[in-house]
C-alpha cells in the first residue's frame, strides 16, 4: 500500500494501540501533569479546530518558544498533522536573533509559556507577522499582560470538538522548522518533511540507536526546541513508550532524579552538561536512579567520567550518539558490539568516548583536503559527510543557487573525524576549532576529555592561540572542582603519555566560568574574544 509516511500516520496508530500510555510532564503554570497519548492527541483536535478557525492556511508557520511539556507535545502533533509547520524556537537566544528568525520564518502565530511574557513584550513591537499570541497556560495566565491581542492556550482550544477532520498531508510537505545555533553569522532554518521525521523515528527506536520499547519510561532532557527532541515525541509514540518531560526544570539534578525515581524512567537523553548537574546532585544528596537503564548523550563531546560515574556508581550504561540540526538530528551512536567485549578497559575507555557508528538511513564517510575518502583506519582526520533520508539538502529560504550539498549529494558537517575498522566514527573537532599546530592537527575535544578526567577540573576547554614557531597551539582553560586549586604543572603532567607529547598543550588558564552557547556548547568564539589579548609564556 502507498500509504504515506506522515506524523498523521504515527498519530492514529498510537492513538489505536498505545492510547493509555501515559505522558507526563511538569508544566509552567501548574505543577506535575498527568494525561495519556489518547488524550493529547484529542487536545492536538481541539488545537488543529482552533488554528483553521484562525484563518491558517497550509505550510503556514506556527511558532513555540516553550518548555517540554504536554501542551507543548499537543502542538507538535496538532500543528503538523493539520497541515501547519511547527516553528519551535529556543528561548535562550538573544532577543535580536529570535526577532530575526521569527520574521525570516514569517511566523503567524506563536504559542509561548507564561515565564517568557516579559521577552515576548519587549520585541512583540518587532513581529510584524505574528498575527496572535497564545500564551500556554489555564483561563487567566494573559491577565497582567503588556501585549494587545493575548489569549490563553486552554481557552483558545477549550470550545472545539476532539474530533478534527485531519487533511491528507503529502509526505513531502514541511513538518518542522527549526533554526541552527548560528554561531557564525545569521541562524540557518532546517525544514523536517512528514517523510524524514517518520524514517527518522523509526531508525532511532531501533535496538543499536535508542532501543525503545513499549516497556521503556523515556525521559528526554533535550528541549523540544532543539532538533525535536531528538525525535523522541514520535518515537516514543510509535514505540508505545511513556513519555516523561521535565518542563523548565531541564536542568535541575534534583528534579530530574525525582522524575526518575517516581516515574521509573529507564532511559534519558541529553547533552552532557544536564548528566553533570544530575550526577553532581546525585553525589551529594546520596541519591540514586536505580530504574535508570541507560543514557543516550550528544550534542557535545560526552567526557569519559561522565560514562564512567553513571556506569560505576549508578549501573547506568551510557550510549554516546552524534548528530545535527542539519541531521534531524540522528547520525551515529555508539553501541558496544560483540568484538567489543574482549577489549581491555583501556581499549574498552578509548571506544566508548567515540561517537559511533552510522545507523541505516545516514551513511557517513570522511574526506581529505583533495575531496577523496579517507581511510576507515582510525587515524585519519577528515572534513565528516553525510547523506540520507533526514539530512538537509538545502536551507529554509535560501537561494536556490547555493549548494548546500557536494556534487555526489554528500553534506559537509564542519565536523572532523576519524572512522576505525568497525565503522566507529570519532569527533575531534570542529573545522574551526582544530588547532593546526605546525600544520599537523591537535584534537581540541580530545584534550577536552581527557584534562575533564583530572580530578581538580571542574570543568575544561580548549583553544588554539598563536604562536610564533608552530602557528598555533593549545591552551587549556579549566575551571576548578569547588573549593581546589589547580597546579599548572601537575596537570600539564596528566596529559604526559596519554597523548602525544606535542599535543600537550602550553599553557593553562583558570577561569569561573566557562562560556555556553544558547544550546549548551562551550562556546569557542566567545572564549578566543576572551582570550584574544592572552600571548604563551615566553619560553613555550
Ligand atoms: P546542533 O546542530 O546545534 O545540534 O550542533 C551540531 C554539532 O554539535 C555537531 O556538528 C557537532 O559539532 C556537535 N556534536 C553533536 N554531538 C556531538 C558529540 N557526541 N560529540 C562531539 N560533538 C558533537
Not at 519587549?122 to 494573559?142: R, W
Not at 509514540?237 to 529507564?266: C, F, H, N, S, Y
Request: aromatic share 8%.
Amino acid at each position: 500500500m502507498a500509504l504515506p509516511l506522515t506524523i498523521n500516520e504515527i498519530m492514529y496508530f498510537a492513538g489505536r494501540h498505545h492510547g493509555g500510555s501515559e505522558v507526563v510532564s511538569i508544566t509552567a503554570d501548574e505543577g506535575l501533569h498527568r494525561s495519556t497519548y489518547a488524550e493529547v492527541f484529542g487536545r492536538a483536535s481541539q488545537l488543529a479546530g482552533a488554528l483553521a478557525a484562525l484563518g491558517l492556511e497550509p505550510g503556514d508557520r506556527v511558532a513555540t518558544l516553550a518548555w517540554n511539556d504536554h501542551r507543548h507535545l499537543e502542538l507538535y502533533y496538532g500543528v503538523s498533522c493539520a497541515g501547519y509547520v511547527l516553528h519551535t524556537i529556543n528561548p535562550r537566544l538573544f532577543a535580536d536573533h529570535l526577532v530575526y528568525i521569527m520574521s525570516h520564518a514569517e511566523d503567524r502565530v506563536l504559542f509561548f509559556d507564561p515565564m517568557f511574557m516579559p521577552l515576548v513584550e519587549a520585541i512583540a513591537d518587532k513581529l510584524p507577522t505574528i498575527e496572535h499570541f497564545v500564551v500556554l497556560s489555564g483561563a487567566g495566565g494573559a491577565s497582567e499582560s503588556k501585549l494587545e491581542s493575548v489569549r490563553c492556550y486552554e481557552e483558545l482550544i477549550g470550545e472545539r470538538n476532539t474530533d478534527y477532520a485531519w487533511p491528507d498531508v503529502d509526505e513531502d510537505s514541511a513538518s518542522v522548522l527549526c533554526y541552527t545555533s548560528g554561531t557564525t553569522g545569521h541562524p540557518k532554518g532546517v525544514l523536517y518533511s512528514h517523510r524524514s521525521t517518520v524514517l527518522h523515528a523509526y531508525a532511532s527506536i531501533m535496538p543499536d540507536a535508542m532501543g525503545l520499547s513499549k516497556r521503556d519510561v523515556a525521559l528526554p532532557v533535550v528541549p523540544m526546541f532543539h532538533v525535536n527532541a531528538w525525535g523522541m515525541p514520535y518515537a516514543c509514540a510509535i514505540a508505545g513508550a511513556k513519555i516523561v518531560m521535565a518542563g523548565p526544570k531541564m536542568a535541575d539534578g534534583e528534579t530530574l532524579q525525582r522524575l526518575i525515581e517516581d516515574e521509573g524512567v529507564t532511559i534519558a537523553a541529553g547533552v552532557p552538561t544536564v548528566w553533570l548537574a544530575l550526577l553532581t546532585y546525585l553525589r551529594e544528596s546520596g541519591k540514586t536512579v536505580p530504574s535508570l537503564e541507560r543514557t543516550i548523550v550528544g550534542g557535545a563531546a560526552c567526557p569519559l567520567s561522565i560514562m564512567r560515574e553513571f556506569e560505576d556508581e549508578h549501573g547506568v550504561s551510557t550510549r554516546h550518539a552524534w548528530g545535527m540540526t542539519e541531521t534531524s538530528p540522528l547520525g551515529t551512536v555508539n553501541t558496544p558490539v560483540r568484538s567489543s567485549e574482549d577489549l581491555s578497559e583501556t581499549e574498552r575507555d578509548q571506544l566508548r568516548v567515540k561517537q559511533g557508528r552510522a545507523v541505516f538511513g545516514a551513511d557517513i564517510k570522511i574526506v581529505g583536503e583533495a575531496g577523496s575518502e579517507l581511510a576507515w583506519d582510525g587515524e585519519a582526520f577528515g572534513d565528516l559527510k553525510i547523506r540520507g533520508f533526514w539530512v538537509c539538502d538545502g536551507y529554509f529560504g535560501q537561494d536556490d543557487s547555493v549548494a548546500t550539498l557536494d556534487a555526489e549529494g554528500w553534506f559537509s558537517t564542519g565536523d572532523v573525524a576519524t572512522i576505525d575498522a568497525d565503522g566507529f566514527m570519532k569527533i575531534t573537532d570542529r573545522t574551526k576549532d582544530v588547532i593546526k599546530s605546525g600544520g599537523e592537527w591537535i584534537s581540541s575535544i580530545e584534550l577536552e576529555n581527557l584534562a575533564m578526567g583530572h580530578p581538580d577540573v571542574a570543568e575544561a576547554a580548549v583553544i588554539g592561540v598563536a604562536h610564533a614557531k608552530w602557528g598555533e597551539r593549545p591552551l587549556l582553560i579549566v575551571v576548578p572542582e569547588q573549593g581546589k586549586d589547580v597546579d599548572k604543572g601537575a596537570l600539564l603532567g596528566w596529559f604526559k603519555g596519554r597523548v602525544a607529547d606535542w599535543w600537550i598543550p602550553n599553557d593553562v588558564a583558570t577561569v569561573e566560568e566557562i562560556p555556553h552557547t544558547a544550546t549548551g556548547k562551550i562556546s569557542k568564539l566567545t572564549l578566543r574574544e576572551q582570550f584574544k589579548d592572552y600571548r604563551l609564556p615566553a619560553e613555550s
